[in-house]
């Protein structure tokens, strides 16, 4: 199988990359640097050539989509966090939906976050397009909102999609991963704002996650035997969504 992949050079996207390589698939690796298509993902122009770079060497045919490429709450501009890891994202996943609909069994997977339960739609500013306002009045904590809108946004978008991708012939999830060892996740820790938040932020298992349990659900979540899953988010997250909202499903 092709299968492209955002953020492939570093944390949850390059173990993801390293699962599939070993599975024996083809993997195209696409991220701001150290990988097969490089480029910034917000740009519009660079997204467009990533696309066609995508389509030209897959052949015009993508068996399976990892969007891992993301950004943190730590970073100073919220509107760009919603930027990355919402508009771009989707855009990229609609840009490639041409190609994927080509594919043997094809199927995509969006990586939110468990920050995507912290926000409901109804609430989120992105919904209305009013979160410059609201990241404006958030102060010192419009990082963090910003994460959580954007990750939220990003979830719905998925499961809006479920009915015309379904039909389309291309399954389409969500994962929502707890705290994992990556640079994102150390860098959140080391910000002054949101540090000791972040790590506080502790499992009922009693540890963060490791990138390559992510990949394994993502794999999972591309193969023959997930021929049934679509429209889903799926947290993996050591218990901590159980630990906080223990009543809602
Ligand atoms: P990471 O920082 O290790 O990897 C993210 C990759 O995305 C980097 O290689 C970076 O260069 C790339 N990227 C960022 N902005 C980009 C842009 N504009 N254009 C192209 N590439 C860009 O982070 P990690 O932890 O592996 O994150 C992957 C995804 O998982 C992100 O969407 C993140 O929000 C999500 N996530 C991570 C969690 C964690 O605790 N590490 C928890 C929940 C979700």
Redesign the pocket.
Known sequence: MTIAI??S?????AATAAALTAAGHDIIGI??KDADITG???DPALRAAAVEQVVARSGGVLDGLVL?????PQVPDPMRIVE??YR?TIALLDALLPALRKGESPAAVV?S??ASTHIPWDKNPVATGTEAEAFAQAGDYAGSYAYAASKNAVTVAVRQRAVEWGAAGVRLNTVA????D????QAGMDDPRYGEAIRNFTSPVGRNGR?DEIAALIAYLLGPHAGFIHGAQFVIDGGTDAQARPTAV
């Open positions: 955002t953020g050079a570093s944390g949850i996207g991220d701001l910034d993902l917000t891992c490429a993301g950004v943190g990355i890891n771009s990586v976050s468990v991963p707890g705290s994992v990556t640079p994102l996740l990138p």
